[in-house]
């Protein structure tokens, strides 16, 4: 009988001490989104105030490249334009003499319509007097038509070089260097007074407030999980034990791979397990890297 009480106590005491060993059912790294901000523009950086581990939000202008030529490029293009506009011709002085013959004219056709109604006047002279309107009418017409044609294509003319100024202030855009996302600024490439050319990396942010533990399942693990639920996440603490956090399931893959050599599972003899992503809210304890563990 004590032999059996003490095999029994034995082998509690063997499955406690292997559930404080392993206390965990997978475990895994945290990973975040890191996004690398590159150069868009080509020019001496001018400024460049950020630090690495600076938060940084959405919008923010880290600095800016040397824009000098761009913008006396558009300044030599601005004149242009107005170079280009002022041969536009004044239609409105250029027809005022033929609108001065055209009032002319009318007034001396009147006149003959009264003369005739008083026989001083000839029909002939009535028919003359209307010809010389329609004659100086048509110049007027001739002339604005040209006018408006030479008015046109030097406004075509413009169009190009409008298109160009547009190109520029695209270009000066790309000059000031916005921090397009919010987040933690992980690495940074270059400094003050160093040349940018377009695509050339100057740092990397991840935004650190929500971090992803991709940790690793069996296949016989994988019925019990399912996207969305909420498990407990475990990562090491000064004092040798766990710290706990809340995570959710938002990705399962749905193939098979080989177990990575880092990553150990709860069955070690499982050589094909199933990756899973867990969002867990990160209190600034969270770093990429970090090994993580989960309680199924």
């Known amino acids: 009988m004590k032999y059996i009480f003490f095999s029994m106590l034995l082998a509690l005491t063997f499955l406690q001490c292997k559930e404080e060993i392993n206390p965990y059912d997978a475990s895994g790294t945290f990973e975040a989104v890191e996004t690398i901000i590159p150069a868009s523009a080509t020019g001496i950086l001018k400024a460049f105030e950020l630090e690495e581990g600076q938060v940084l939000d959405s919008g923010y202008v880290v600095g800016y490249v040397d824009s000098t030529q761009l913008y006396l490029r558009k300044k030599q293009l601005q004149e242009q334009i107005s170079a280009l506009l002022s041969k536009q011709p004044n239609i409105a002085s ?38 010389q309107i329609a004659i100086i009418e048509k110049q007027i017409e001739g002339v604005q038509t040209s006018l408006s044609i030479t008015r046109a294509g030097i406004k075509e003319e413009t ?110 003899r499982a050589n094909l397990v199933y990756a899973i992503k867990v969002n867990v809210k990160n209190d600034g304890a969270l770093k990429i890297g970090m090994y993580g563990e989960i309680k199924l």
């Open 94 to 131: 250029q027809l005022a003499a033929y609108q001065e013959q055209l009032k002319h004219a009318v007034h001396e056709r009147n006149r003959i319509d009264q003369l005739i109604k008083s026989d001083a006047a000839t029909p002939k002279q009535l028919d003359d007097a209307n010809a």
């Open 159 to 268: 169009v190009p070089v409008f298109t160009q100024i547009e190109q520029i202030n695209d270009q000066l855009r790309k000059c000031k260097i916005i921090n397009p996302v919010k987040g933690t600024v992980l690495t940074k490439y270059a400094e003050v007074y160093e040349m940018a050319i377009p695509g050339k990396a100057l740092y990397k942010i991840a935004n650190l407030d929500k971090i992803t533990l991709r940790a690793y399942v069996t296949g016989d693990q994988l019925p019990g999980i399912q996207l969305n639920q909420t498990i407990t996440v475990l990562v090491d603490n000064v004092d040798g034990g766990y710290k706990e956090y809340s995570g959710r399931i938002e990705w399962i893959s749905d193939k098979a791979e080989f177990t990575p050599k880092t990553i150990q599972t709860k069955d070690e």
